[in-house]
């Protein structure tokens, strides 16, 4: 158990989930993802602070902000996860912090530029793609037993 908080971050155009594009993102709303971050949380004693920004630069803000008052992070970067090396470097920096990457749809069954995530390069605790708003739950569930057993990083060669 651990006095801080999960961060959930997501990324731009979040915001207008379950209006935007519903046949590819669902139904579901951003405020519907948070209660079901904070319902998986609740069990292991952690809570949920969930934020979303259209800006990239607020995103890192707030990665750097979780190294020090975060237990860990589960992000769906959104487009930004094919864009962004500065989330990547943010991420990257967060030693020792469980982090899991969400995307709610299959990034490989589409187009082919979202084929890659930088962001996955620093998602220690996994990736999570085409499981709708589940994969929330799961990369909550991921990070929350994680928190229980320290990750263990292999040292460099």
């Not at 990665?63 to 487009?79: C, D, L, S, T, Y």
């Amino acid at each position: 158990m651990t006095s801080k908080p999960l961060m959930v971050l997501n990324g731009p155009n979040l915001n207008l989930l379950g209006r935007r594009e519903p046949e590819i993102y669902g139904t579901d709303t951003l405020a519907d993802v948070v209660r079901l971050c904070e319902r998986t949380a609740a069990p292991h004693g952690v809570t949920i602070d969930a934020r979303q920004s259209n800006h990239e630069g607020q995103l890192i803000d707030w990665i750097q902000e979780a190294r020090e008052h975060h237990a860990g992070i589960v992000i769906n970067p959104a487009a930004y996860s094919h864009t962004s090396v500065g989330l990547l470097d943010a991420l990257s920096a967060c030693d020792g912090l469980p982090i899991a990457e969400v995307h709610l749809s299959n990034i490989h069954r589409r187009e082919a530029f979202r084929h890659h995530s930088y962001v996955s390069a620093a998602a220690s605790a996994g990736v999570i793609v085409g499981c709708g708003v589940q994969g929330y739950a799961f990369a909550v569930e991921r990070v929350c037993g994680l928190l229980k057993t320290p990750l263990s990083r292999p040292s460099a060669p």
